[in-house]
């Protein structure tokens, strides 16, 4: 219970320390922060504490699963022993691409059929109403920040009219929330990965996403906030979107983008370890000639110091010392790698029964839930410019203060997590 109450102090202190390292500490408006900080703690009453939601959660996360097994049969066909994963028959070990970031494809083509029928539309104007209101939030940010509980950079295209027109402060919000949630895609992943080893993990990082979403509007609304006239505060937006003609057509243009995300992670995650090698290299020259001057024996890596900088984050979030580092490690490990190698090592510490607190675990599936890693500052900065250039340099301006925004907003998420965590409620069972 004490870690509990550790969690619910690190949460108003992580909103302080935003807080301390506002562009503008006078101008930030308090109903943003207590709405959001509302929102948080409603829907954390209502995961974690309210049974039937919590087992309505259970049934999405079995929902989930069993859609991951369906999309496993396109990867066998395609891909035979290579799609087979590690003890299956005619298995030849894990392999990244073909048995998991293949079932994105699968899963951005559900996506784009949801949003062909209606279902999509009508959830995002929901939850847009719903920030607009509690955050007093402009319509098209709230309706952004909705998209991306679901999507990825594609929920930049549901606002396309109105971004060359937002001001630096929306355009923080669009940022922080792009990079502190994930996409239903890349969720899926996520739940292949680790669901051997962490029970209804799908259950933690749907409700880790829903929580992000009104988080990354208080960490951006603390360290940017608004100074201007938004174009559609007050205003309700419906999302902007190319009906497809027919299922068909909407499941090839789905399938088609996920191709393209598959390609782009591969593609990333090529270069990005590549040079994030190199620089250990570099530090590793760098602890040797330290050890043969002083005998000092400490072998240094970009991911090793990250790893003391989140050190007393993972404390303040409720994390128990005798695991903190191992967290911290972690979320290092995700600054610079991705989430992908990260959530990777959570199962082989999982499979290892490395954690000495089973509510370790759990908090960290939530701080590592999202987009919050050095790669994600040049897709998102890319991504929203190619929809509006002309907003180039205010995004390029934003960008740095937007990840430190999402960043604090992961672990405002796993405080939450910490929070109610208690083996009363089944989704901790």
């Not at 079995?62 to 859609?67: C, G, I, Q, T």
Request: with cysteine; hydrophobic share 55%; aromatic share 10%.
């Amino acid at each position: 219970m004490i870690y509990n109450l550790v969690s619910f102090v690190g949460f108003g202190v992580l909103m302080l320390l935003a807080w301390g390292l506002s562009a503008q500490r006078r101008a930030v408006r308090l109903r943003t922060v207590l709405g959001g900080v509302a929102i948080q703690l409603v829907f954390g009453v209502l995961v974690f504490v309210v049974p039937w939601v919590s087992r309505g959660f259970l049934l999405l996360s079995d929902l989930v699963v069993k859609v991951l097994d369906a999309a496993k049969a396109g990867n066998a066909f395609c891909f035979g022993p290579l799609a087979a994963g590690p003890g299956a028959e005619g298995s030849i070990g894990f392999i990244l691409v073909f048995q998991g970031l293949t079932l994105i494809v699968f899963f951005a083509a559900l996506m784009e059929l949801l949003y062909n029928v209606g279902v999509m539309p009508f959830i995002l104007k929901c939850f847009s109403r719903l920030f607009s209101r509690m955050m007093d939030t402009s319509g098209a940010e709230s309706l952004c920040v909705s998209s991306n509980i679901f999507v990825g950079i594609e929920a930049a295209t549901t606002i396309r009219p109105y971004i060359e027109r937002m001001t630096a402060s929306e355009l923080c919000t669009i940022l922080t929330a792009g990079m502190a949630t994930i996409a239903s895609s890349m969720l899926a992943f996520y739940v292949f990965t680790l669901r051997a080893t962490f029970p209804n993990i799908a259950a933690h990082l749907m409700s880790a996403s829903l929580l992000s979403a009104p988080a990354a509007i208080v960490m951006s609304k603390l360290l940017f906030p608004e100074q201007g006239q938004p174009e559609t505060l007050g205003l309700h937006v419906d999302p902007h979107y190319d009906k497809d003609r027919n299922f068909l057509e909407a499941m090839l243009y789905g399938a088609n983008s996920g191709g393209r995300l598959v390609l782009g992670v591969v593609v990333m995650l090529l270069a990005l370890l590549g040079m994030v090698e190199l620089v250990n290299i570099a530090l590793g020259v760098i602890s040797t000639g330290l050890a043969n001057i002083f005998g000092i024996q400490y072998e240094l890596t970009l991911q090793g110091i990250l790893s003391y900088v989140f050190y007393p984050f993972t404390l303040l979030i409720g994390v128990p010392p005798a695991d903190a580092f191992t967290v911290a490690g972690l979320l290092g490990e995700r600054a610079v790698l991705t989430e992908i190698p990260a959530y990777q090592h959570l199962n082989e510490l999982l499979a290892a029964g490395a954690f000495h607190h089973p509510r370790s675990p759990v908090i960290a599936s939530y701080a590592l839930c999202g987009f919050t890693h050095v790669a994600s500052i040049a897709i998102f900065v890319g991504g929203i410019s190619a929809l509006a250039p002309s907003q180039t340099k205010n995004l390029t301006r934003v960008a740095f203060r937007a990840f430190l925004a999402a960043t604090l907003a992961c672990l405002m998420t796993a405080a939450v997590a910490g929070m109610f965590y208690g083996r009363a409620c089944i989704l901790f069972q």
